[in-house]
């Protein structure tokens, strides 16, 4: 067996006719972390959901150490529980509490120890700074505060692989920081993480490789530093270019 | 003191076994309430669980069935019940038997729609961040959606419950003999003696109704407020 945790090959997905992901191909490795980026709409979101089941596809196939991710397979829950997600939009269970939120599953699905999992998840919040939140409530949580909440709740299931889906999107920029600084530390634990971000500068320091997504079709893959630096296509170009911006300093000039 | 008691008819409650009366009469709307309740809650669980479901068809008679409960009046359904079904089939049921049917359908029809707002304000990531974690769907539902659910609906159906409370006022129409009935009957029986008697025994049965609808009332907002 390769070192390819998960692969997907020849990804198709349309939803009513309209084709979203066109034949993507891709693999990530043990300890790797790919971060997709591309154009709103481009399929970015659709390709991780279609990597946990959450969407079906048309064709193609998905496999995570050689299983296949399928929708209403048998094996699907015990799959799923081996690949971690955190979503765009807060998706904590209000109900329950920030502890019994990360341990829900772990109990549940993994029939693991209360008081054990219970000490591993106090473990986890400590190291992203909220052990004193445990006791909370989502609603009573920053929106930062509750995503960090939400990876602890993916890491303590043991997931081999972790999927993030633009987790600073909806947030303010102050607490964009606390949890890109939490999936930094992540990469140097070395864990597996395919990773959707607009965020550039933090894409450019966590990914080992970069994706360029557009049209539901890879358009480019490269190293961060040459994807940056030296895009090759005319569209990655394009896209890079809308996160800069020309000086327009030139103007005071004209005041005085 | 006494003088006012007097004036505002008030000591004719004091008459007799009056304000037993009046505490059987309002048992007797309170049971036929508690038991329509009792039914109600069941079939509408049932009721909003189908008007969520996929078939069309299904969801468009519930719809119409819930739409003509709500557009006739409680008395018009009351009197159909009571009257209408000896006309026409000849039954030959109770006033309770009539009132306990019509609550029931009403509570059935209203609590369904309280259950399918419920289940479908629970948003879709929540479904799906559930089954992300390796949750199978009954797994999904036992511990995720349901828990949210009731959460949403207990302070609702507490509101209907005191609804169905007040509204049994209304099988006096059809002969029941609730707490405004015995109310009426004392009023009758001593309107000679006592000029005001009815401000006093309006007065208690208010007070009754109060006392009966009030608590049930702070617990739905106390829970509202416990969960939001
Ligand atoms: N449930 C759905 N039904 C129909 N179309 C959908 C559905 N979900 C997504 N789409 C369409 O699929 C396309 C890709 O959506 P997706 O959410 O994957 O984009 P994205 O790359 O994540 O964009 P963003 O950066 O804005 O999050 C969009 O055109 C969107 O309108
Ligand atoms: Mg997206």
New interface residues.
């Given amino acids: 067996m390769s070192d390819e945790l998960l692969k997907i090959d020849n990804l198709v997905k349309s939803f009513d006719g309209n084709t979203i992901l066109d034949g993507v191909s891709l693999s990530v490795k043990k300890s790797e972390v790919v971060v997709i980026i591309g154009p709103s709409g481009c399929g970015k979101s659709t390709l991780l959901r279609c990597i946990n089941a959450l969407e079906p596809i048309q064709s193609g196939s998905i496999t995570l150490d050689g299983e296949v991710i399928e929708r209403n397979s048998k094996t699907l829950p015990a799959l799923r529980q081996r690949i971690g997600m955190v979503f765009q939009s807060y998706d904590l269970f209000p109900h329950l509490s920030v502890l019994d939120n990360i341990v829900l599953a772990p109990c549940k699905v993994q029939k693991r120890n209360r008081d054990e999992a219970k000490q591993e998840a106090m473990a986890l919040l400590e190291r992203v700074g909220l052990s004193e939140k445990a006791k909370s409530y989502p609603r009573e949580l920053s929106g930062g505060q509750k995503q960090r909440v939400a990876i602890v709740r993916a890491l303590c299931m043991h997931p081999e692989i972790l999927l993030f889906d633009e987790v600073t999107a909806a947030l303010d920029p102050e607490m964009v920081r606390e949890v890109l600084d939490v999936m930094l530390d992540l990469a140097k634990q070395g864990r597996t993480m395919l990773i959707v971000t607009h965020e550039m500068q933090f894409a450019r320091a966590i990914a080992d490789r970069i994706i360029f997504l557009d049209n539901g079709k890879i358009v480019e893959e490269a190293k961060p530093d040459e994807f940056f630096d030296n895009p090759k296509t005319e569209r990655a170009k394009q896209f890079l270019n809308m996160f800069e911006f020309d000086s327009v300093k030139a103007r005071d000039g004209l005041d005085k | 003191m006494p003088d006012l008691v007097t004036e505002l008819g008030i000591d004719v409650l004091f008459k007799g076994t009056n304000f037993l009366r009046l505490l059987g009469g309002l048992w007797s709307a309170l049971s036929i309430s508690l038991i329509a309740v009792a039914i109600s809650i069941p079939l509408g669980i049932i009721m909003g669980v189908l008007m969520t479901s996929k078939s069309r068809i299904i969801k468009a008679i519930l719809r119409v069935y819930l739409e003509i409960i709500r557009i006739m009046p409680q008395l018009v359904l009351l009197f159909l019940m009571f009257f209408g079904t000896t006309r026409a089939f000849g039954w030959d049921i109770s006033g309770e038997t009539a009132s306990i049917i019509v609550f029931a359908l009403w509570g059935t029809a209203e609590m369904g729609d309280l259950v399918r707002g419920a289940l479908i304000s629970i948003p879709k990531?929540?479904y799906?961040?559930?089954?992300?974690?390796?949750?199978?769907s009954a797994?999904t539902y036992l511990?995720?959606i349901i828990?949210?659910t009731v959460?949403r609906l207990i302070p609702l159906s507490i509101n209907l419950i005191t609804r169905m409370i007040k509204t049994t006022s209304l099988v006096l129409m059809i002969g029941v003999v609730e707490v405004l009935k015995v109310a009426q009957q004392i009023i009758e029986a001593n309107r000679m003696t006592s000029p005001n008697v009815a401000f006093g025994i309006y007065l208690t049965v208010f007070v009754l109704y109060f006392l009966a609808c009030w608590p049930i009332s702070l617990l739905a907002k106390y829970l509202e407020k416990k969960?939001s």
């Fill in positions: 990531h929540q799906e961040s559930s089954e992300a974690l390796g949750m199978t797994q511990y995720i828990p949210q959460r969960w």
